[in-house]
């Protein structure tokens, strides 16, 4: 319990300065410690609440609305398909899931770290790029390898990222919750640990956002990078022994 205390508190930290991570970091650890069910149906609130919170804030400083709307509406479509995997997947082949989400991060993070995609070419891709991180963010909870790459290889000012992701984490979580309800995978129970857990988070983002003014961005992508190496490897080990 402590040891999901402490990661949601990190993880309101990192959400508060760069505008994403929660699921990177706080999926992972709930997988490891319960199972990839719960860790969905735990960050529900959070991903909801603290997501259109950031819209707000950042109302001023989006990506034009069709493209938005485009990225949304596929990750919405991927959601559908991603939760029918919970369903009928093992709880093995799940927490190797969400161990391949994180290598898949971690390599693309690796590799096209000075990789620049023009507004143009994200354009056309954007609808494969929204349905395949709707997909990874039902069956694993994570949607970053796909979304959050998919942004930062745009080079975007950090205001516009924040308020864009954002927008994408809310649209598509008004998906998941449906979908979870009607498969029972999010029950009552869980409902009031996803409220403690947003209320956790929601404690630590203004520091979190303090500090992003302050350090700089790739401190805290170094920092969520060894943390998920780390926890690959554990989730693997368990899986596999």
């Not at 990506?63 to 939760?83: D, H, N, Q, W």
């Not at 029918?84 to 290598?103: F, K, N, R, Y």
């Not at 990789?115 to 990874?136: C, H, T």
Request: proline residues 5%; glycine residues 8%; aromatic residues 8%.
């Amino acid at each position: 319990m402590i040891i999901a205390l402490l990661t949601l508190l990190v993880a309101g930290v990192i959400k508060g300065a760069i505008g994403s991570g929660v699921p990177v970091i706080v999926i992972p650890v709930l997988t490891m410690l319960y199972d990839v069910k719960l860790a969905i149906a735990v960050l529900v609130a959070p991903n909801l609440f603290s997501n259109v919170l950031q819209v707000w804030q950042y109302r001023r400083h989006l990506l034009p609305l069709r493209f938005l709307a485009t990225f949304s509406i596929a990750g919405g479509l991927g959601i559908v398909l991603g939760t029918w995997g919970l369903v009928v997947l093992s709880p093995t082949l799940l927490s190797l899931g969400v161990a391949a989400a994180i290598v898949m991060y971690l390599a693309i993070k690796l590799a096209k770290r000075k990789m620049v995609l023009p507004f143009s070419l994200a354009e056309r891709i954007v609808l494969p790029v929204g349905l395949l991180a709707g997909i990874l963010q039902g069956a694993a909870g994570m949607s970053a390898p796909a979304s959050v790459t998919f942004l930062n290889a745009m080079r975007l000012e950090r205001q516009v990222f924040i308020g864009s992701i954002s927008v994408f984490f809310a649209a598509i979580t008004c998906v998941q919750i449906p979908a979870l309800l009607s498969t029972g995978i999010l029950t009552f129970e869980r409902t009031l640990y996803s409220l403690a857990a947003l209320l956790t988070i929601l404690v630590a983002m203004p520091l979190g956002s303090q500090l992003g003014k302050r350090l700089p961005h790739h401190w805290f992508d170094n920092l969520i990078m060894l943390l998920l190496a780390g926890i690959a490897l554990k989730i693997i080990a368990d899986a596999t022994l």
